[in-house]
């Protein structure tokens, strides 16, 4: 193979290279990544040069073919061995040109999809950042409604925490007026026990009393017996005197004394009588005295008892009255620390709510950066979306028509130039198959097959010098069977067919199962060779 | 005592406080007599007589044996204050700004408070 020959086949290459590279520099200019857009554009310049070096050589070989066509169409034919060359000239450069024509293609495909699926991407993208976006001003929304309810919650705990500690005071302050009249009524309460142990005491001394009242009465009772009895004896005695003086009157003279004497007797008979009624008298009023004495100490006695007995229940209550105040005292300091306890949540609380506003009012911040940058992000992804459909419609343009038979990666046979011709061939079929479908009006059927036959001919040669070069085995067979091939092909031509759809149709059934079965069948034989003549191995295994 | 079981109760209670006043007469000084052996003991006062005699029947109910205790603390907490007394020359009367005798007595006359009214009925 000749220099110009691979750099003819280097185009293909160069032109998928620049495309390439031209591709990674567009890529970094919409990521926004300099480095890669200069990379890329760097490597297409190169590419372009390497490129327009390679087609001028193509354009002088074909400018040379021109000529040398020319020169013959003149009738000289001097040029004819250099006209020989330029026909495979020529046809290494249609093969060239196929293989470019192919990696456009795939290129100009893949870009396509590319385009669909940065499309569909970004399409997915938009639709998935509008529903963060939704999410997150669903947040923002929630985040600011929150912050507003902690601010509502923060004012109303410092309400409540302001309330708390005044009603903490008044506990505090009525604890220690509970404690004070729990103090109280502790003294009272022994105050009026003392007062119950005291009445108890003046009623049992007025029961001694009333029972001394009462000897007393009867000592006067028995005093008037012993008065009424002098008075008596005070009477008898009178009696006695009178009887005296009687008798000594009738004694004369000489009972003078003794009349004297009777007469001092009645005296004194009557002073006994009046001191013994007299005493009578004063014991009377005396027992009278007692007596009044002992009804009034009944009476005071009833009294004293009847407040015993009240007093008796003033004692029971003021020990209730104690018992309950000191109750009261334990329940208003359970109470009051129950207020401290609730003072001091409180504290803690407001403390904590604080820390949650600020967190909440962050998270305010935070949504709406996040909704911030979501709307950028769908803004980028809509961007991104013209960008793909733009690219999608320029390449949509720029496609070729689908493969009749497209080229795969199991019909090489591992042999550069017989894979590049075996592609020329199936591109041939291509145009078989457009015509079949309409799509080629200005071409015409036997001219298309006339270029088949011309370039399988062309191919068959190539391939049976290679198999002889490399002493390939069954080469007269495989002679045989290119020669049945092209004697078919021409068999068709000339049964007068009149390339209807139906007959290309069968053509190109008769064609695709040919190329098939040859490529991937006989052609694999020298193949084989080849591969080991590569590895260093015999020509024969 | 009487039969009437609240009477019962507001003897009870009475007995314990004439004992109160018959403590504090001690520690004035007053010639009262309340040894630490009699003061501490809650066997001795008219009141702990009364529950070991069985309550005149009341002894059965709940409350019971937590007047039983109760009144059992106020005697170690009497007997305890009378050698403090000794100790530190005291009366009982700087003792009753939230001493522990104030608080046993009252924690005694609120159990006694409803148990009295839990057998009259006003509970």
Redesign the interface.
């Known amino acids: 193979m000749n220099r110009g020959f691979r750099l003819r086949r280097a185009f293909p290459s160069l032109v998928a290279l620049f495309v390439a590279t031209t591709g990674l520099a567009t890529l970094g200019a919409m990521l926004g990544q300099v480095a890669l857009a200069w990379a890329g554009l760097a490597g297409s310049l190169l590419v372009a040069i390497a490129s327009l070096v390679v087609g001028n050589r193509i354009v002088r070989t074909l400018e040379t073919a021109q000529a040398t066509l020319a020169h013959q169409r003149d009738g000289d034919l001097r040029d004819r061995p250099a006209g020989d060359g330029l026909v495979r000239e020529l046809r290494s450069i249609l093969v060239s040109t196929v293989a470019v024509g192919d990696a456009l293609s795939a290129l100009v495909s893949e870009t396509r999809d590319g385009g669909r699926s940065v499309s569909h991407r970004s399409r997915a993208m938009a639709t998935l950042f509008e529903s963060i976006r939704s999410e997150a001003e669903r947040n923002r929304i929630s985040s600011s409604n929150l912050a507003a309810a902690i601010e509502e919650l923060t004012a109303s705990l410092r309400h409540i925490a302001v309330n708390a500690e005044r009603i903490r005071g008044a506990a505090v302050d009525t604890a220690a007026g509970a404690?004070r009249l729990?103090?109280t009524s502790?003294?009272n309460?022994?105050v009026?026990?003392?007062q119950?142990?005291n009445l108890q005491g003046t009623t049992t001394r007025m029961r001694e009393a009333k029972e001394s009242t009462d000897s007393l009465e009867k000592a006067g009772s028995g005093i008037t017996g012993l008065a009424g009895e002098i008075q008596g004896i005070a009477r008898r005695t009178r009696l006695l005197a009178l009887n005296a003086a009687i008798e000594a009157q009738r004694s004369g003279e000489a009972g003078r004394g003794f009349a004297v004497v009777a007469g001092e007797v009645k005296a004194l008979a009557e002073q006994s009588s009046e001191l013994a009624g007299r005493i009578q008298g004063q014991v009377g009023a005396i027992s009278a005295g007692t007596t009044e004495l002992v009804g009034r100490m009944t009476l005071l006695q009833d009294g004293l008892e009847r407040s015993i007995a009240e007093i008796?229940?003033s004692?029971?209550s003021?020990?209730?009255v104690?018992?309950?105040?000191?109750?009261g005292v334990q329940r208003l300091e359970s109470t009051q620390a129950g207020f401290e306890e609730i003072a001091r949540t409180l504290e803690e609380s407001y403390t904590a709510l604080g820390e949650v506003s600020t967190n909440a009012h962050e998270l305010d911040q935070r949504a709406r950066a996040l909704e911030s940058t979501v709307v950028e992000g769908t803004r980028e992804s809509t961007l991104l979306d013209r960008v793909a459909e733009s690219l999608e419609s320029s390449t949509r343009g720029m496609l070729l028509a689908p493969a009749f038979f497209p080229w795969t990666d199991d019909l090489s046979v591992g042999v550069a130039e017989m894979d590049d011709q075996h592609r020329v061939l199936l591109r041939l079929l291509d145009r078989v198959a457009r015509l079949r479908d309409g799509g080629d009006p200005g071409s015409s059927p036997d001219r298309i097959v006339a270029q088949l036959a011309d370039y399988a001919r062309y191919h068959f040669a190539a391939e049976e010098e290679l198999m002889a070069r490399l002493q390939a085995p069954d080469l007269a067979e495989h002679r045989r069977v290119h020669a049945t091939f092209v004697e078919r092909l021409g068999t068709f031509r000339r049964s007068g067919i009149s390339w209807s759809k139906e007959d290309i149709g069968r053509l190109l059934e008769f064609l695709e199962n040919w190329l098939s079965g040859h490529i991937r069948g006989t052609d694999r034989k020298y193949a084989e060779v080849h591969a080991r003549l590569r590895a260093g191995e015999g020509a024969r295994p | 005592m009487s039969a009437d079981p609240v009477q019962q109760i507001?003897q009870a209670?009475?007995a314990?406080?004439?004992w109160?006043?018959r403590l504090?007469d001690a520690s004035t000084g007053d010639g009262s007599v309340l040894d630490r052996s009699t003061a501490g003991d809650c066997h001795a006062c008219n009141f702990g007589k009364w529950l070991d005699s069985g309550a005149d029947g009341l002894s059965g109910t709940t409350e019971f044996p937590e007047v039983f205790s109760l009144h059992e603390a106020f005697h170690g907490a009497v007997g305890t204050f009378i050698d403090r007394m000794r100790r530190e020359r005291i009366d009982l009367d700087t003792d009753?700004?939230?001493g522990s005798i104030?608080?046993r007595?009252?924690?005694l006359?609120?159990r006694?408070?409803r148990w009295r009214d839990r057998l009259a009925g006003t509970e």
């Open positions: 404690r729990n103090e502790f003294r309460s022994l009026v026990a003392r119950y142990t008796f229940r004692v029971v003021s020990e209730h104690n018992a309950l105040s000191t109750d | 507001d209670t009475v314990h406080a004439l109160k006043v504090l009753l700004g939230g104030r608080d007595s009252s924690q006359a609120l006694l408070l």
